[in-house]
């Protein structure tokens, strides 16, 4: 079974920055696993933020673009997602998530494409 750990959310203002981690246990065939960042504001649906494949091509939803990036560090089987200029709006729980299903090339978008998940970080972002 195939977990994923976030860490990095907390409380900031306006304008901060965090940074998140999603540490996996699939080891070595961490390359062969596409990785995703997905957010879940109260009351509103979950929603991609970041994709990025095993050799860090990556696409991140229009609305954090100029402000996070998503990486990975292939020798530490970790994900990371760097956001600054922090807007309120960026509220919400946090998700990682990882497949293989269609291969390692793919920047997956939708929540169905990915397999494995893990339990989220909360982000608050004060005015």
């Known amino acids: 079974q195939v977990q994923l750990v976030e860490s990095g959310g907390g409380v900031v203002q306006a304008g901060g920055s965090l940074r998140l981690s999603c540490a996996t246990s699939v080891g070595r065939t961490f390359v062969d696993y596409a990785m995703g960042w997905f957010r879940q504001a109260p009351g509103k649906e979950r929603e991609f933020v970041a994709a990025?494949?095993?050799?860090?091509?990556?696409a991140l939803t229009d609305s954090v673009k100029g402000r996070f990036t998503v990486s990975r560090d292939n020798a530490k089987n970790t994900m990371y997602l760097q956001m600054n200029s922090l807007k309120p709006e960026d509220t919400g729980v946090y998700y990682c998530?990882?497949?293989?299903?269609?291969?390692?090339?793919?920047?997956?978008?939708?929540?169905?494409?990915?397999?494995?998940w893990g339990q989220g970080t909360q982000v608050t972002v004060s005015s």
């Open positions: 998530a990882t497949s293989r299903r269609y291969g390692r090339d793919l920047l997956l978008r939708a929540r169905e494409d990915y397999e494995y």
């Open positions: 990025v494949t095993w050799t860090g091509i990556n």
